[in-house]
């Protein structure tokens, strides 16, 4: 491991900054411990809410040229049935449970739910695919700073609110989430889109739309890092098409503390972890930089 | 990525074979190259989609054998000469190249992507086969295995009972050192533990449920390993590492399940 990658965040120490995102491999505590294997710095969970779900009908994933596009449903066993498998393991990094809810109660029930067996909490208020959940009420800064000030009263863990990149008003909805009290944002979830079949005519999702990740999403996500560290106050972790070092030094110079690798992890393997933070380590050194003081200077003229 | 959308193609032809089960043939040359063990991802228009071995190829054509299981393969049942079928991949790690005499142990529908192994290296290495249904009309490529041993479940035909019961009275007989097996997670857990005893060498391929095929969405984990990507194919080191190898597998909800 680089030791000049090393870091603190949300009085976290990680052994590098790159997280495993919400949603990939990590619907199983032992796929979250493959990634700390693989070099991930800390993980987050596959989204957990109250009930178990099967999530949508397939296809549920399809790759297009620029990314892949995904409608997954929120599949996740039910906050209970993850936190108790979960208890008494040893990921080897800090743990970030990812939740989804309705309103600010079940949120708060939610946290209670996770907190014993969880580093850090991430709220979706971004899942571009679901109905009453995830960016259906991520879009309201009203809500998230009521969620959010809900949740953080009801644990002492760090609470990152992850946003979607599918408004205009990231920024109002980020600043909300910080005066509901977030530690931090993470930037962006998936962007919504869709992909149809010319041939047979058909979309060819099961749930018709979707979220776009991979390297198409990264220049969105660069605007929506530099945007949010512009108008926030707290760390930011930057998300969307992080799969080579100079893609997580460009969402660092715009203004993210921690990165998340999702896509990555299926465009190269799960090695990106360590791929990119050999890459990370020896553009700081390079450069004659601290990690932390890397972040946001494309801010500085 | 772009590699990751299905390809429309044309059914070639369709064959019975079992009451349960039917192979579909199709014109498609990326999957006609894959490994034996690899498999694809078979979308039917509004319906869904499903993982299916490769159980054969004929030059750029590719043949899918699936059992009725559920809605969507039951659509693949219904689908005759000229319908249409995406197709993405191959995906996954196969099976291995055979360096000598070995073994194939197949169970069920388990046996299609053993069926494509032994149709790529049947000419070069001697295989031996011994194959197991829950019943006589459920055994399935008997003709191209010409198998050593048969069994089945009912006594309808062969040794009555689990193929594996049979195994190890084959093995005492021989000198084998490889074996290739595909069927039953249990049958397969009874196979492990014979090549465990007797220090032989194994490669499995691993059933569980695949919702992306690339390795991002974490449906297939057993013990953390993405079977979609890093396997279905594993050997017998992997096996011992797993926990959850012949005792659990997960739901489409991602909660476990005995096998």
Redesign the interface.
Known sequence: MASNTTTEVFGLRLENPLLLAS????????????AV?AGAGGVVT?SLGLE????H????????????L?A?GL????AE??AD?LSGMDVGAPVFASIFAEDPDQFARLTEIVSPVADGIELNLSCPHAEKVGSAIGTDPELVEKIVSRVVSSTDLPVLAKLTPNTDRIVDIGRAAESGGADGVVAINTVAAM?I?I??R?P?L?NVTGGLS?RAIHPIAVKAVYDLYEGLSVPIVGVGGVETPETAIELILAGASALQI??G???RE?SVFREVDEGLAEFIAEEGLELEEMVGLAHHK | MGNDKPRIREVNLTREESPSVRTIRLYDPRTSNATPGQFAMLWVPDSGEVPIAISGTQGEYSEFTIKRRGEITAEIHELEAGDKIGVRGPYGVGFSRPEGPSVIVGGGYGVAPLRYFHQRHSRDVSLETLVGAATAAELLFVDQFNPQIVSTDDGSKGHHGFITEVLEDFLAQSDFEMIYTAGPEPMMAKVYQICKTRGLKLEASLERIMKCGVGLCGSCLIDGFRVCKDGPVVDLDRLDGFSEFGRWTRTSSGKKERV
């Open positions: 949603g990939v491999v990590g619907t199983t505590p032992g796929g979250l411990k493959s294997g596959k178990a779900r099967e999530g009908s397939s296809p549920n994933v399809v790759g297009v040229d620029c990314g892949y995904n997954m599949p996740n066993p039910g049935y993850f498998e992909t079949d041939k047979t058909r060819i099961g991979g999702g896509t992890v299926a465009t799960l």
